[in-house]
């Protein structure tokens, strides 16, 4: 398990983390999302112990990961750019691997090896982002870590290699409790693989639920009245975003919808019809709220 | 075995159940019929296998599904009253009519009048 309370981490003036909170639990997969900037890279990498917090705490298993070798050996990073010797090769990264880490297993090895198709004595600098990638998350799973942080790991994989992470994580989640936190943008696929989303916006967090009841707490409905009405008829309903053309209003909804649908209702509308918003949709409006959306920083 | 879509925003445990209980419904899934596992769907669909786990426990408080520990998990046998989810969905779907045919002030008597001859319709059809 992690916990996280009151974590800060500065960076001369600029507060990466601000007095951040955050369990994970075991065999749970939590995405970071957020804006850029926000904080998602530097929580990754405290959680590997390549920073130390400035204040607050950060344990993993009731153990601080800075500088702790055993928690370390439990652990697997995979940076957004992740390094690499100049003479780096899967196989000689292999050799120097299955000494460092306790866990490491050949068997893994051969099976991912087989599952991505990377020459190990090539060169990984030579070869490209994607491949990169694909060199870097071999070697993460025949660590078999218990703890996965992954920063924005689906950027330059392709579709199919996708479906074969998407797949081995599944797999392991559910064989071994892996426990996963993984940054990215790609917010479509983060709604397959995430039990728990948490957004960061300017190193706090701005939402942290389970997934589904994020969908279940949020709606986007398009309401049209035969008459013009005063915008004002929404201000008892927890309407979060509103768009307006002529009698027909777009509102976004945070609540459930049993409980608006009759408050919208008693406003007596032409017609009405509600939506889920999709994971990216829900980032917006949300970001939206925090001050940080298209009309502010263009 | 079973398809999702991962664009609908319909969440995805819940198409699981929706997907489970049709064939089901259907004869296709036999009584005492063997599920996946949760690990093997979840790879199969590339998902989270706490989702898959969550509609096999829905499913099982609603009786669709029975669980042998160390086996798996199994369908359950139909009991005759049982309403398929057709026929839930056939209902809903009256329902809503109906509520837009009140609002439209259409009257109680006109809808019989529908309800009368389609019934009655089918029957000199059967």
Request: aromatic share 8%; glycine share 6%.
């Amino acid at each position: 398990m992690i916990e996280i309370s009151g974590l800060t981490k500065k960076f001369d003036k600029i507060t990466a983390l601000d007095a951040l909170d955050l369990t994970v639990q075991n065999g749970s997969v939590t995405g970071l999302i957020g804006s850029n900037g926000g904080g998602k890279s530097t929580l990754l990498r405290i959680l590997a112990g390549v920073f130390r917090p400035d204040s607050g705490s950060v344990l993993i298993d009731g153990e601080r990961p800075f500088d702790n070798p055993k928690i370390k050996g439990d652990c697997y990073f995979v940076s957004d750019y992740p390094f690499f010797y100049s003479d780096s090769t899967l196989s000689n990264t292999a050799a120097l691997y299955r000494r460092l880490y306790p866990h490491w297993s050949e068997e893994e090895f051969e099976r991912c090896c087989a599952m991505f198709p990377i020459d190990r004595k090539q060169k990984i600098l030579n070869m490209s982002k994607g491949m990169q990638r694909q060199a870097a998350l071999i070697i993460a799973l025949s660590t078999c870590p218990k703890y996965l942080f992954l920063d924005e790991i689906f950027d330059g994989l392709d579709a199919v290699v996708r479906l074969v992470l998407k797949r081995l994580l599944a797999e392991r989640v559910d064989a071994q409790q892996l426990t996963v936190v993984i940054a990215s943008h790609n917010l479509r696929e983060l709604e397959d693989l995430c039990d728990n989303i948490c957004l960061l916006h300017r190193g706090k967090v701005v939402v942290e639920r389970d997934i589904d009841s994020l969908r279940e707490n949020y709606r986007k409905v398009q309401i049209g009245f035969s008459e013009p009405q005063e915008d004002a008829i929404f201000d008892n309903v927890p309407v979060v975003g509103v768009w307006r053309s002529g009698n027909v209003f777009n509102l976004t909804l945070k609540g459930k919808e049993e409980d608006f649908m009759p408050q919208l209702e008693a406003l007596q509308p032409a017609f009405i019809s509600a939506m889920p918003l999709t994971l990216e949709e829900v980032f917006i409006s949300e970001m939206e709220a925090a001050g940080y959306d298209a009309n502010h920083i263009c | 075995m079973f398809q999702i879509n991962t664009a609908s925003g319909v969440p995805i445990y819940e198409q699981l159940i929706h997907n489970v209980t049709r064939l089901r419904d259907s004869g296709v899934l036999k009584p005492h019929d063997r599920l996946p596992s949760v690990r093997s769907l979840a790879v199969e669909l590339g998902i989270n296998p706490n989702t898959v786990a969550k509609a096999y426990r829905e499913l099982e408080t609603r009786g669709f599904i029975y669980s042998i520990y160390g086996k798996g998990s199994f369908v359950s046998e139909r009991a005759e009253e049982d309403v398929t989810v057709p026929q839930m969905a056939a209902l809903q779907s009256f329902r809503s009519a109906v509520q837009q045919a009140y609002k439209e002030r259409l009257s109680s008597a006109q809808l019989k009048q529908i309800i009368d001859s389609i019934y009655e319709g089918g029957r000199q059809h059967d």
